[in-house]
């Protein structure tokens, strides 16, 4: 008996390189989306990591190789600039690492979903006194003043984003959690720079 497949995509199908990126933009989303559900359930279940010292170097330099790839997938341009106050030992800082990486990331994610393709978005890092900041400013449209009030809690979506309403709630909610676990805080604005939003996250050594 022999049984006809189906085959759900012709394989003769084409995609251009432009619709490939937009497919691997959607699956890195998803993948980051479930990844944020699950370290939101387990810090609402109270399983807390432990801070280790980390170099403030590595840190960045972790952050900014996945910054930069984020970059070439949605092809934005990246305004990179450092101010940190040691040039030495004394740049040790105690966080949750991959808790600190995945934040500030949600925040770089989120400017990069919200900014048009050649477009800019601004990451400025300072660090200073055992304080550890990024400023991330978009070339989007901005925050609505229901992004700017609600844009960090849990469930919060944004129906006026050109993008059809980004879930920006979930990797927000979850970057105010860890930079609050850490003593530091975000803070959402819009830019006057870039017309676009304006994310502050600031976590302090523990």
């Known amino acids: 008996h022999h049984r006809e497949g189906v085959d759900l995509l012709p394989s003769n199908i084409e995609l251009s390189g432009f619709e490939v990126r ?3 933009a959607s699956v890195l989303q998803i ?3 479930v990844q944020t559900l699950i370290e939101v359930t387990k810090s609402q279940e109270g399983i807390s990591q432990t801070p280790v010292n980390v170099n403030v170097y590595d840190v960045l330099a972790d952050i900014k190789k996945q910054t930069l790839g984020l970059s070439e997938v949605y092809q934005h341009q990246i305004n990179w600039k450092e101010e940190l106050e040691s040039e030495n030992s004394d740049s040790v800082i105690s966080v949750v690492y991959d808790h600190v990486v995945r934040a500030v990331m949600n925040v770089v994610r989120n400017a990069a979903e919200h900014t048009p393709k050649g477009s800019v978005i601004n990451i400025t890092v300072t660090y200073s006194d055992g ?3 990024f400023t991330v400013e978009d070339s989007g ?3 609505t003043p229901e992004g700017l009030a609600h844009g960090t809690e849990q469930f919060f979506m ?3 984003s050109r993008t059809g309403g980004s879930h920006y709630g ?3 909610f979850f970057a105010k959690k860890v930079a609050e676990e850490h003593g530091g805080k975000i803070v959402l604005a819009n830019s006057n720079e870039t017309s676009g939003a304006k994310v502050e996250i600031s976590f ?3």
């Open 22 to 24: 937009l497919i691997n």
């Open 31 to 33: 993948q980051n989306y």
């Open 131 to 133: 304080e550890l900041a």
């Open 141 to 143: 449209s901005g925050f």
């Open 158 to 160: 944004d129906d006026s």
């Open 170 to 172: 979930i990797g927000l």
């Open 204 to 206: 302090t050594s523990q």
